[in-house]
């Protein structure tokens, strides 16, 4: 059976056949219900994911309990704590379904053993760690140069069609501000056009 998880990567780098079914006989598909976690903060992750169905988010809880979003993860990308994977150690954010979604679940350590039968894999890990660069440089961009209203701007850019997807609440969150400040962003915003 194909999967979505082996034709994503065979977008990044050369797959050859005997890898390809190697790579997808490790994949597990899983359904998570809205507002479940496919990673708690706190918690020693063993597994990436793809997306095939649904929307994530990446977010940081504070000792006070105040949620802070750090991203949203759409169809057709990969989700990992990969920090903590790597250090062996517990994730610092969780990850959690906005909606119904489908993942195609490969536990890292069965994945490891793949990385010396072809050089694929790293030019895959290569390829994906790059994309996760620029999105976190482009991301730190932001917060200090741009002020609440570009960061919205830059928002609706890079997520199109995702706004009616997520909760005020959350946006407003991602952005580093309040749901009241973007609400008046929003009525500028609307008056202006």
């Given amino acids: 059976m194909p999967h979505h998880f082996t034709h994503y990567i065979k977008t990044l ?11 997808s006989a490790l994949i597990t598909i899983k359904p998570v219900k809205k507002d479940e976690n496919f990673i708690r903060a706190g918690q020693l992750p063993k597994t990436i994911a793809f997306v095939t169905k649904g929307l994530f988010r990446y977010y940081y809880t504070s000792e006070e309990g105040v949620e802070f979003t750090k991203g949203f993860f759409v169809e057709n990308t990969v989700l990992s704590s990969y920090s903590a994977i790597l250090e062996n150690r517990a994730s610092y954010f969780g990850i959690q379904a906005l909606e119904d979604a489908v993942i195609e679940v490969v536990n890292y350590e069965a994945f490891r053993l793949l990385f010396p039968q072809h050089p694929c894999w790293n030019e895959f890990l290569l390829a994906l760690l790059q994309k996760g660069y620029l999105k976190k440089e482009e991301r730190e961009r932001e917060f200090l140069l741009f002020d609440a209203e570009q960061r919205y701007r830059t928002f609706l850019q890079n997520y199109p069609n995702l706004e009616n997807r997520i909760k005020q609440h959350l946006i407003a969150s991602y952005l580093g501000i309040t749901p009241e400040s973007l609400s008046r962003i929003r009525k500028k915003m609307r008056l202006l056009s």
């Avoid at 780098?13 to 790579?23: D, I, R, S, V």
């Fill in 13 to 23: 780098t050369q797959l050859p056949p005997e890898q390809e079914e190697a790579f």
